[in-house]
């Protein structure tokens, strides 16, 4: 048998600690943008022209925006442009092929996000909070707690940096996945609204396509039938680590307010609402929620709640420092995929990617001293 409940320390959702930052550009809607620029003592049309650098040319420096008169980039700079995120460090891995950038925020709050390059697509791993507090004891974002959430602009400026980045290469960033640090659904209202803006065509967001972005959630149900009704068609993916509440409430604490068969309900809801397929991903760990029963139970709960309209992503495990939880071996892994993809549920194992540089699923833990 694996190790058993008592094995897992007690840990306790934790309340936000920091400020938000000051206002961006991106925080503002249409209309706010106007009365904002307004107050500067300049037309409405700027509201569109300064959009298009942002969005169209992933700018956020009004002094290189030269259609603007000069004497006004450093007041629209100061009024709206502060520096949401500095750049600590960038480490590089798979040849080049991945970026994980370590972030600053104005409070000093550190925050990562990761961007992976494949052939034919380039995709960005953002974070919606600082931290985490859902207190997964199995992820290294989860052991720090929760700093605070991040505001729109700074979910959506994780996005320009990237594709500015991309756009330097010649190339363009065409998907978003929210899986860095964070429950984005505790995040809602800042999350949509940067959803929108990601997806939205140019001078509204960068139009990446709605079916290219990602959402993640360990499963708060409400919030997951909330983003079903947002007329949005972006992918739900549900992190459910395993099949049994037994289990689950320890591996993912939230589990004790919204169990799984409440997580299925609203995620088939997600399905009818949306046309999406939802994303089922089980993080594969030795000895503890890898057993045959257990694909067994996955492949019939998943079966019976979405019938086709699910797919498994088995992530095998990745190593978190000083964690004693260790990932499958590779025949476990195999015969796990085997059983759920029998009970007509497809699975397979996801690239881990970016695990080199503790960037995967749960590693974004935000440490400026680690090489
Ligand atoms: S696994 Fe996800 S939800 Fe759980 S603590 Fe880590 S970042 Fe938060």
């Known amino acids: 048998m694996g190790r058993t409940m008592s094995d897992f320390p007690q840990i306790q959702l934790l309340a936000p600690k920091r400020g938000m930052p000051p206002k961006h550009f991106a925080d503002l809607s249409k209309d706010e943008r106007i009365d904002a620029l307004k107050e500067l003592g300049l037309p409405k049309f700027r509201a569109d022209q300064i959009a298009r650098h942002y969005y169209g040319k ?32 960038t480490v590089e891995t798979d040849e080049g092929d991945t970026t994980k950038t370590l972030w600053r925020l104005h409070d000093g709050t550190l925050l990562e996000s990761v961007l992976m390059r494949y052939p034919g697509r380039a995709t960005l791993c953002i974070s919606s909070q600082a931290g985490c507090g859902m207190a997964c004891p199995f992820c290294a974002t989860g052991q720090g707690g929760l700093d605070r959430n991040l505001s729109v602009a700074e979910i ?67 919030q997951i039938r909330m983003l079903a009704d947002e007329g949005l068609s972006c992918t ?47 993080a594969l760990i030795r000895d503890m929620n890898d057993h045959d029963w257990r694909a067994d139970l996955l492949g019939k709960k998943l ?62 833990a935000a440490d400026e001293d680690a090489s």
Request: hydrophobic fraction near 40%.
């Open 156 to 222: 959506v400026d994780q996005v320009r940096a990237a594709a500015a980045m991309m756009a330097a290469e010649g190339s363009r960033l065409s998907n978003i996945v929210f899986m860095g640090m964070g429950e984005p659904l505790a995040n809602y209202k800042r999350v949509v609204n940067a959803v929108r803006q990601i997806t939205q065509p140019s001078p509204d967001g960068f139009g990446i396509s709605q079916r290219n972005v990602t959402v993640s959630t360990v499963g708060l149900a409400p």
């Open 236 to 282: 739900l993916a549900v992190s459910l680590h395993t099949p049994d509440d037994e289990l689950r409430d320890e591996l993912v604490p939230v589990n004790n307010r919204f169990e799984v068969s409440e997580v299925l309900d609203a995620a088939r809801y997600y399905a009818d609402q949306t046309g999406r397929r939802v994303s089922i991903e089980y």
């Open 58 to 89: 992933f700018e956020a420096d009004p002094l290189t925006m030269t259609d603007l008169p000069e004497a006004q980039r450093q007041t629209v700079k100061d009024a709206l442009f502060p520096t949401l995120l500095t750049p600590v460090r």
């Open 303 to 364: 079966h019976s709640a979405l019938g086709s309209r699910v797919h498994v992503n088995v992530i095998p495990l990745n190593p978190t420092p000083g964690s004693k939880w260790d990932a499958s071996p590779k025949a476990r892994q195999d015969e796990f995929v085997r059983r759920v993809a029998a009970q007509g549920v497809p699975c397979t194992v996801r690239d881990t990617k970016g695990q080199e540089i503790a960037a995967a699923c749960g590693q974004l």
